[in-house]
């Protein structure tokens, strides 16, 4: 393992078990966290940028993919909820951004210092893809989406750590991954993949107790409406109509006082609830998973050697 790879690996896991243990304490990670880990990616890779003599156009993305980092905490954004908002100095930037990607992406050949640029241009637009993945409820909370980006700027390309990951795919097909699909996105799919023993656990502890109703067993469990649990959403409600109605994907952040209110009303003492699950803990483990296993979806698929 070269030493940017372990100070990568140092640096992540220091930020991501102080992230872990805010979001089990409070479901929330705030945006300091992300910006001095974002930071921090830049710099290392700046460092790496000089001493390993990569190719110029590394500047180039670098500067762009910080413009597009730093815009998310600081500014006031182009759309709201009343709509788009012509704000120059913020257009001028995003455009300065776009051009400086542009320009090193139609640089890029081959040769010395080049072979790692087309995994930096990842960075980028990965900035974009999370936060569409947060619109999209891909991603459920905003911490999630900033933590990815921040973690892409730590990791814009795969980390020399030989003798890892374990799990690595024939030489061609690696070669085409490490393009297409980001380190980060591995993190992320690893950390996926580890959530998804929430379901099973939940199944099991429903069952336990005698609650085996599915699909709800499957997403949450039943409790007691008062006192109502912390860090969880409400599954149950009583319409306008007089209704009882299960709803299986709650929306988040609403307040659930009237909707107990009405099921109390209707006697309704213990209703579902899904948890608030604290995605930064599959995260932290995703983020060793990637480092020390490599890609779990190629494993999955059958294309690790």
């Known amino acids: 393992m070269d030493a940017f790879a372990a100070t990568r690996l140092a640096a992540g896991v220091g930020f991501l078990v102080v992230a872990a243990a805010s979001d089990l304490r409070s479901r929330r990670v705030r945006d300091p966290l992300w910006i001095s880990l974002g930071t921090a990616g830049l710099m290392i890779l700046a460092a790496q940028i000089a001493f390993k003599g990569l190719a110029w156009p590394a500047w180039l993305l670098l500067v762009s993919a910080a413009i597009m980092f730093y815009a998310i ?12 908002h012509a704000r120059g100095i913020r257009i001028v930037l995003f455009l300065a951004a776009g051009a400086l990607f542009l320009i090193s992406v139609g640089s890029i050949r081959g040769g010395a210092g080049f072979e790692v640029l087309p995994q930096l241009a990842s960075m980028p637009l990965l900035v974009l893809v999370y936060q569409g993945f947060h619109r999209l409820r891909l991603l459920h909370g905003g911490a999630d989406a900033k933590g990815l980006i921040a973690l892409t700027l730590l990791l814009p ?36 993949i580890l959530s998804l023993a929430v379901p ?29 649990p912390a860090h969880a959403w409400l599954m149950e409600k009583i319409t306008a109509r007089g209704e009882h109605v299960l709803v299986l994907f709650p929306r988040r952040g609403t307040d659930p006082s009237g909707d107990i209110s009405r099921l109390r009303a209707a006697g309704v003492d213990r209703a579902w609830v899904t948890p608030q699950t604290p995605f930064m803990v599959p995260l932290l483990l995703g983020f060793l ?17």
């Open 73 to 84: 905490f600081f500014g006031e954004p182009l759309f709201g909820e009343d709509g788009f």
């Open 157 to 192: 390309a795969y980390p020399d750590a030989l003798p890892f990951p374990v799990l690595q795919a024939d030489a061609r097909v690696d070669a085409l991954l490490r393009v297409v699909f980001p380190f980060s996105l591995v993190i992320w799919v690893d950390a996926a």
């Open 200 to 228: 099973v656990a939940l199944l099991i502890y429903n069952a336990a107790r005698g609650d085996l109703a599915l699909p709800q067993a499957l997403l949450g469990y039943r409790a007691p409406l008062n006192p109502f």
């Open 289 to 305: 998973l990637a480092f020390f296993a490599g890609n779990l979806l190629v494993a999955v698929l059958g294309l690790a050697r």
